[in-house]
């Protein structure tokens, strides 16, 4: 089951068939606030309202999203696969923040409203790249924050990158910018 308010895939904190060892339940909260004005925040965050911030998916919420999309993930490498989603969005969030500080004056305590999974709708900037001879993004993200009662939305396109470090082995470029939808976002774009 698809949630339709930010195509995602609905939780499950069940043991997967054919699953041999139990994976960890355990939620994270991360440092993102949820803005005051999500009606229609979805089952799985509940529990976050308690904190202010959005919720983490667990190793066993994570490994069943990835089943349910045809991959095979292997359950020894959920820990890690955890660690790397969450700190790939907390960077998001900084990189968010980062264009938000633009906007200090006016709202200084933007937070997240909703985001949406879009991982085959290629932005167009992604495709120009991709005209160019560049690699499509393996993923992408809208998120709808909430600037003091002002919704912004951004576009994050991640791609898969060489790490510089041969101790790392992975390494991913995240390209967060202001959707060109407002007069607002463009001059911001323009500025950067």
């Known amino acids: 089951e698809v949630n339709p308010t930010n195509m995602m895939p609905t939780p499950d904190q069940r043991k997967s068939g054919g699953q041999r060892n139990n994976l960890s339940t355990h939620r994270v909260a991360s440092t993102i606030p949820i803005s005051e004005r999500n009606r229609s925040m979805p089952q799985h965050q509940k529990d976050a309202a308690a904190t202010g911030t ?8 994570f490994f069943n999203a990835i ?15 955890i660690a790397i989603h969450n700190a790939v969005n907390e960077r998001c969030w900084a990189e968010v923040l980062r264009w938000e500080s633009l906007h200090a004056k006016e709202c200084d305590c ?3 409203l909703k985001f949406r999974g879009r991982p085959r709708d290629y932005s167009p900037k992604a495709r120009f ?9 393996f993923d992408r993200h809208d998120w709808v924050v909430d ?5 912004v939305r951004y576009v ?5 990158a060489k790490s510089a470090d041969p101790r790392s082995p992975i390494a991913m470029h995240l390209d967060t910018r202001p959707a060109l939808d407002s007069v607002s976002s463009a001059m911001d774009r323009l500025y950067v």
Do not use: A
Request: charged share 30%; proline share 9%; glycine share 6%.
């Open 54 to 61: 959005w919720q983490y998916p667990s190793e066993q919420m």
């Open 147 to 151: 600037r003091c009662g002002t919704d």
């Open 156 to 160: 994050i396109d991640f791609y898969n």
């Open 67 to 81: 089943k349910r999309k045809g991959w095979t993930p292997k359950e020894e490498d959920m820990t890690n696969v």
């Open 129 to 137: 790249l991709n005209f160019l001879g560049f690699k499509l993004p």
């Open 110 to 112: 933007p937070k997240l």
